[in-house]
């Protein structure tokens, strides 16, 4: 506890919390995936039409296009809203561009750190960190981190964890 | 922490004598156990013929008395044979630190809860199970959907048992746990019937399910001058009518608190009696609820003592982590509950006052946005919900589990924002509609004193 009590005062000292937005890395994944599935839609919806139903209904295949753009936006948008700030006793997220959210974890209520990384997330080299508490309902997770990242901010929670460490 | 260490201690000293020991110390249940599982295939059969009646009705006709001699010649053994053999594969032991289960005929189980992870204890006894003597014990753990029953035990053993769990997990040391015997109870309160029958009468759910029965089933008739569809759907209309009302009544009955050392104890049932207990430090919230129609009652007389927001009758639940239970007081004036709910959670007094949202929240809620609220006190997080429906819900400190703010577009153009409180026990309690900048501030605020507030909390081993 008097790790606890020191930390906060150092964290009452700093003031704001120091931001950390995401690696580029999952913004890069997220909008290649986005073109590459909505040219593919645009390619498999122009083309037939052209073929039967005359060159005008090509043209359609300009919405998976324009969706693709705005997407494209989007993405970017998302991204830049993710950050998250580690204090001297809890974890900060904040995360949302028009529904915003902002989550605070103590570290002493972590009961499971995971780093977690699917096939597309590793060939981009991303890795997400999901923090557990016991309820159900804390959705703290960060996306797209470097894996070296990832694995160091887990090492850091878990012993954080362990250290403020209480029960339910 | 202590198990591995004592039992390696044991050991050491005679490794044969201490695998006799466990072997000593491991239990069967109440022989009468096996007719409970007998009943298994009777009732799959039962099933089988509600659910398909014509078809039943044909096999019963084709049944000759051979065939059905020798169906009950198979049947019965095979019922029983199962039920022995299940219950005879069930054992359990308590050792320092676990309440050991094995279990199961064809998929082996082994269950070993923490004992000072255990949530709450249960004795229940159903009414056959009265008839018999015997009572099953339930105990809830965090974390596990599967809740570990251990049925039956004789009525002397499943209190010896429940004494004992909860003697060693209160961290008495084992040699002595058996004999600490059940710690002594100080009541704080009995619902006498009278006043729980008025409760029932005056919630709108009982009048609601009654009133849907009465309407719905003459209009079936008028429709369909026919009895199936009346009786299909009239019977489960009725059903959820007697089960909000009749239902209620007999389980709520002769509802007791009282307090000892090892917690709570909740004693309630006209036919099935269940008597529960939550050792200490393990409420994670708790809720007072006011329907409408209890709030001018009783107001007479225990208006002025109650200062807490006017008087009237209460309802009072409580959540603990991984229990199903619910109620801590189905009904009571609110002075008698809010002195109930100061034992719960020691030292806190339900807050009168609480913050209402800026007038401009009636752009996100138009008239609701009155019944929100807000209050912290050095104890507990407090919101205040709903308008005709009151309720007020306590989050100690020391129980929340992470914080969070959102905010959707409606309600950043009004610069307003929630902020959510999570809790063990799987509930978000929520302080809507408050201005952004001091739902930043309450946000904060309330990770700070949820850090803070641990180191006054008691230990998990509360006797130690």
């Known amino acids: ?168 | 922490m202590t198990a591995p260490g004592a039992e390696e201690g044991v050991r050491g000293q005679d490794p044969v004598r201490a695998r006799a020991d466990v072997r000593h110390g491991e239990r069967r249940l109440h022989p009468v156990t096996p007719l409970r599982r007998a009943w298994a295939p009777v009732a799959v059969l039962i099933g089988w013929a509600v659910h398909d009646p014509d078809q039943a009705q044909r096999q019963l006709t084709r049944l000759t008395a051979t065939t059905l001699l020798v169906a009950v010649a198979v049947f019965v053994p095979a019922a029983a044979l199962y039920g022995f053999l299940t219950w005879w594969f069930t054992h359990f032991a308590v050792t320092d630190a676990e309440l050991r289960i094995r279990t199961g005929l064809v998929f082996r189980r082994t269950a070993h809860i923490r004992l000072e992870r255990i949530q709450a204890i249960d004795v229940g006894r159903p009414l056959l199970a009265r008839v018999a003597g015997v009572a099953k014990l339930r105990i809830d753990v965090v974390g596990t959907d599967k809740k570990d029953e251990l049925a039956f035990l004789g009525e002397g053993d499943a209190r010896a048992l429940r004494a004992e769990l909860l003697a060693r997990a209160a961290g008495f040391a084992p040699e002595t746990a058996h004999e600490v015997g059940e710690a002594p109870a100080r009541r704080l309160l009995r619902v006498p019937p009278g006043v729980l029958a008025g409760a029932l009468a005056l919630t709108g759910r009982t009048w609601g399910s009654l009133g849907a029965a009465l309407v719905v089933l003459p209009l079936l008739w008028f429709a369909t001058h026919s009895p199936v569809p009346v009786l299909a759907g009239g019977l489960p209309l009725l059903g959820a009518a007697a089960a909000s009302s009749f239902g209620r009544y007999v389980a709520e009955y002769d509802w007791t608190v009282s307090e000892s050392p090892d917690g709570l104890r909740i004693d309630h049932g006209l036919l099935d009696r269940t008597h529960e207990t939550v050792p200490p430090g393990r409420v994670q919230t708790v809720r007072i609820v006011q329907p409408l129609l209890w709030r001018w009652v009783g107001s007479r007389r225990s208006g002025a003592a109650g200062g807490g927001g006017g008087g009237g009758w209460v309802r009072v639940e409580l959540h603990v982590a991984g229990s199903s239970n619910s109620v801590l007081v189905p009904v009571a004036p609110r002075a008698v509950a809010e002195e109930v709910v100061a034992r719960v959670l020691p030292g806190v007094r339900v807050p009168v006052e609480s913050a209402r949202p800026p007038r401009r929240a009636a752009w996100c809620a138009p008239v609701w946005w009155r019944g929100n609220g807000v209050a912290v006190t050095e104890a507990v997080f407090v919101t205040r919900r709903g308008l005709l429906r009151r309720k007020v819900t306590l989050v100690p400190h020391a129980k929340v589990q992470s914080v969070r703010l959102t905010q959707g577009p409606w309600k950043r153009l009004w610069r307003l924002a929630d902020v959510h409180v999570d809790t063990g026990a799987n509930k978000t309690v929520s302080a809507r509609l408050r201005d952004a900048q001091e739902a930043a501030e309450l946000m904060h605020g309330q990770a700070e004193r949820s850090r803070t507030g641990r180191g006054t909390a008691r230990p998990d081993r509360w006797m130690s």
């Open chain 1, 1 to 168: 506890m008097e790790t606890g009590s020191a930390g906060g005062g150092i964290a009452a000292a700093a003031g704001e919390p120091v931001w950390t937005g995401l690696p580029p890395g999952l913004l890069r994944m997220r909008r290649l995936l986005l073109v590459v599935w909505l040219g593919a839609a645009a390619v498999l919806l122009a083309v037939p039409a052209g073929l039967f139903a005359g060159p005008l209904w090509a043209a359609s295949g300009l919405l998976p296009l324009a969706a693709a753009a705005w997407g494209w936006v989007l993405l970017g948008r998302n991204w830049r809203s993710w950050r998250y700030a580690e204090r001297a006793d809890d974890l900060l997220l904040s995360r949302g561009v028009l529904w915003r959210q902002e989550t605070v974890v103590p570290y002493g209520r972590m009961q499971l750190v995971e780093v977690t990384s699917g096939p597309v997330e590793r060939y981009f080299g991303l890795a997400r960190v999901q923090l557990h508490t016991a309820a159900a309902a804390t959705d703290a997770a960060i996306p797209g981190l470097d894996p070296a990242e990832a694995e160091r901010l887990r090492d850091r929670l878990t012993e954080l964890g362990e250290a403020r460490s209480a029960g339910l």
